[in-house]
């Protein structure tokens, strides 16, 4: 490991010539990271051999491993550390930094989405009301640098594509003009998820334990403490029953889904009381009850490049950014000809559990479908399809198949897995 300590030190004496000036330390850890190449000269398996060996580890920064699986500290300053953070799991929530610093890629590959957030209202130190909008989306690669910028200015996420994924981080301790470090939900709450009120956790405690408990009353006492709870407080309370109630790939194959109505009934009690902003918290969950739909359905898959396919849905939205990163990971194919194999395949392929359903959630889609999924990715119109099908098609036919045309292309463009990739105006 001597070359994190040579980086480290190299580093250490840089920003100290600069006064320890936060505003400069992003763009020096990334130069420093890039020149370095460690991504040549060491694999993460040889940093879990060393952590194994040593008597005594350099001072960890985060012992209990809350960010990364495991994270593990190759060098302390006094001022910045450096990192290797393991990722087995695919997704980082969206998020901001209340550090500075650079990452590098040193085994795997990421889709990396860079977003801007428009405040509206601020609810709290703790809960934000405004905007979400992507910016950038790309493909990261081993050897590739970002820099970590602190604050609003560097709100993003990364989907690890592969199993594990490694990045060497290089990172301050803290910085405390721009804290707290926002967690996001789209279309637009901003969360810091590091908010510790005793009073508050209990009580999400308590219902954690009604719920688990299957209490014929949960639902009424949850009910009671909505009436009266703040927005960020009845969000957590929220988000604590969506995840009670949300069934595991256990409870869909022996039928043990629980009621959508009870969360909805819930939900309808904080709409109620913060009518102005009830939509966003309607549209918060649905996205999130999405996400997880999605990623379950990922999970069904082992072909790595359907799992990609996936990971392009779950965390990018419009035809023209899935076709460039389509093109970036396979430079020799055409996207679209790509997503109708994949679409294919995974039309063919039925859930276990799922009565009536395969990977696309879309059922029937036979080949017709099919058809009218690569004319929408072409961009054709209703009207144009209609008219393709006319021209294509035998009279008879074409009059059988056009009564349902308009039915059939809504449920491809508002299905789970397509809705990403048709939406109007990306």
């Not at 109620?272 to 999130?288: E, I, N, S, T, W």
């Not at 009850?289 to 999605?294: A, H, K, T, V």
Request: proline fraction near 6%; include cysteine.
């Amino acid at each position: 490991m001597d070359d994190f300590i040579k980086l480290g030190a190299r580093l250490e004496a840089e920003w100290r010539s600069r006064d320890y000036d936060e505003s400069v330390f992003p763009a020096m850890a990334s130069d420093v990271l890039g020149k370095a190449c460690l991504p040549e000269k060491i694999t993460p398996w040889q940093v879990l051999e060393w952590t194994l060996a040593q008597t005594e580890l350099p001072r960890q920064r985060d012992v209990p491993g809350r960010f990364g699986d495991p994270p593990i500290t190759l060098y302390s300053g006094p001022r910045f550390h450096i990192d290797v953070y393991f990722w087995f799991h695919g997704t980082t929530s969206m998020h901001q930094h209340g550090f500075c610093g650079a990452f590098q890629v040193l085994h795997g590959s990421s889709i990396h989405s860079w977003h801007e957030f428009e405040l509206r209202e601020k609810i709290s130190s703790f809960c934000e009301v405004g905007e979400l909008r992507l910016k950038t989306c790309d493909l990261l690669n081993v050897g590739d640098v970002q820099q970590i910028l602190p604050g609003r200015q560097y709100i993003h996420s990364l989907f690890h594509l592969d199993h594990p994924s490694a990045t060497i981080v290089v990172r301050t301790d803290k910085s405390p003009l721009f804290l707290p470090q926002f967690d996001y939900r789209k279309p637009g709450l901003a969360i810091d998820p590091f908010f510790e009120q005793e009073t508050t956790i209990k009580k999400l405690q308590a219902i954690s334990a009604l719920l688990r408990a299957n209490r014929p009353d949960a639902d009424k006492q949850i009910s009671n403490l909505l009436e009266t709870s703040d927005f960020h407080t009845t969000y957590l309370i929220l988000s604590s029953v969506n995840g009670h109630l949300t069934p595991n790939g256990v409870g869909r194959m022996f039928g043990a889904e629980p009621p959508r109505q009870r969360f909805d009934e819930l939900l309808s009690v904080a709409e109620m009381r913060f009518p102005k902003r009830a939509d966003l918290l309607r549209k918060v969950f649905a996205h999130q009850e999405r996400l997880q739909e999605m990623i379950n359905r990922r999970g069904y898959v082992d072909d790595p490049e359907q799992r990609f396919f996936f990971a392009l849905l779950l965390n990018v939205e419009g035809r023209d950014r899935i076709f460039a990163l389509i093109r970036d990971r396979f430079p020799q194919s055409e996207p679209i000809e790509k997503i109708l194999d994949w679409a294919y395949d995974l039309s063919q392929m039925r859930l276990a559990g799922m009565q009536n359903q395969n990977a696309l959630g879309i059922s029937p889609f036979d080949e017709f479908d099919m058809q009218l999924l690569e004319y929408l990715l072409h961009g054709r119109s209703d009207a144009e399809i209609g008219g393709i099908v006319r021209e294509v098609y035998p009279a008879e036919k074409a009059e059988q198949l056009l009564p349902t045309l308009g039915e059939r292309t809504a449920a491809i463009k508002n299905s789970m897995v397509f809705a990403p990739l048709l939406a109007e105006g990306q």
